[in-house]
């Protein structure tokens, strides 16, 4: 039971691992090369709206005046999304509204002279979510009355491995974009927990490794936003007509994952949206069945005397291995894939094997330390003296 809650502890843990982690990650890997492009029923589904090429220059402030001048020191000039652009792109789809959800992916943390006649837009839009950032102090004061979500995604030494769908600040629950976008289309909530929580009458984990399905190629082209208002009515209805659409900075905003280098969070949002819909969070008591027998076979062997075991269980190649201890490494990577073949559930299992090896090595360290003595030669020899020759 105590392997079992510190994996489940892992699961949760955002700071491993480190930038080359595509070995703690083999199971979504290895899924992964199954897709090879995105799926082009997505082009039916989704609608990316690039904001990277479409700027306007304003006054940067630093708000170090607090929340009742929110301006404060204006220093220098910063380029922002334009936002004259944003609202009349949300003036013009509020004529149709046939779209099915939207992410804007946006922050708005510094002042525009457009902000008036945007918020008016953006509040007359129906299924939205607007980024709310870590810190909702961030945002201008007029924006926070919006339906706002988490965009935040952990890259702990420099690389995306695992969304958090919601963070709790106080007995505030704020929920991450994907998250809001499921509960709206499916008219469920979450009931939170700490490891886990509860979701359309299933456990599932806070934080999971989404898999890439919707990938970073040319099966759904970003549009330019400038472009796109270029479009006739009938043209962009037709764009959006039932899409969940997704606007922000496609090209910059980029993060390290375990598939791509470079990819855009877009992606990063629209994949752990995915995973809720088909479930790969979920935990089913199979899965913790699965996991529990795993954990309670390596413990066994670590429990049970070496040399017994070693004799009995480790003559065999495929296990000889576990005796020395750097296998338990392998041997959990193969069940990640194992588990990500059967459950749909990508996890990380390596360091459950870190974990065994080391319990291993302090439970049976005098073994370990003969062991090494007769495979370094260290020592005296055993066996019968040989006679002097004469």
């Known amino acids: 039971m105590g392997a079992l809650l510190l994996f489940f502890v892992l699961q949760k843990s955002h700071i491993l691992p480190g930038e080359n982690s595509k070995l703690f990650f083999l199971g979504p890997l290895v899924k992964n090369m199954s897709i090879s492009e995105t799926p082009e029923s997505y082009k039916k589904e989704f609608l990316i709206i690039n904001t990277s090429y479409d700027r306007m220059l304003v006054p940067h402030y630093e708000n170090v005046l607090g929340e009742a001048d929110f301006k404060g020191l204006q220093r220098g000039n910063i380029d922002i999304l334009d936002r004259e652009k944003l609202a009349r792109f949300f003036k013009r789809i509020k004529i149709f509204q046939n779209y099915r959800y939207i992410i804007c992916n946006v922050l708005f943390d510094q002042p525009s002279e457009y902000d008036n006649d945007l918020l008016s837009s953006i509040s007359n839009t129906q299924n939205i979510v607007v980024a709310q950032g870590e810190d909702i102090n961030r945002l ?104 969940i659409i997704i606007i922000g900075d496609y090209y910059n905003n980029l993060k390290k994952t375990v598939y791509d280098p470079k990819t855009p969070s877009h992606l990063i949002l629209l994949n752990a949206f995915l995973a809720l819909e088909k479930g790969y969070p979920k935990i089913s008591f199979g899965l913790v069945a699965s996991l529990l027998l795993i954990f309670l076979f390596f413990s066994f062997l670590i429990i049970t005397k070496q040399s017994k075991v070693e004799s009995r269980i480790f003559k065999f190649p495929l296990l000889g291995g576990l005796v020395g201890g750097a296998s338990y490494v392998l041997a959990m990577s193969f069940f990640s894939i194992l588990i990500n073949a059967i459950f749909g559930s990508n996890f990380n299992l390596v360091y459950m094997g870190v974990f065994f090896y080391l319990e291993n090595i302090v439970v049976n360290r005098h073994f370990h330390y003969l062991r090494i003595k007769r495979r370094l030669n260290i020592g005296p020899r055993s066996g019968r003296k040989r006679k002097p020759t004469t």
């Open 140 to 243: 201008l004061p007029e924006f926070r009355a919006l339906n706002l979500g988490l965009d935040a995604i952990y890259t702990p030494g420099g690389s995306f491995s695992k969304y958090r769908l919601f963070e709790k600040s106080g007995d505030r629950l704020l929920k991450s974009m994907p998250l809001k976008m499921y509960e709206a289309l499916y008219d469920k909530k979450i009931d939170d927990g700490f490891f886990f929580s509860r979701l359309n009458g299933s456990l599932i984990f806070n934080d999971f490794t989404p898999e890439y399905e919707v990938k970073n190629d040319a099966v759904i082209r970003p549009i330019d936003l400038g472009d796109i208002l270029l479009f006739d009515d009938a043209h962009l209805a037709e764009l959006t007509k039932g899409k």
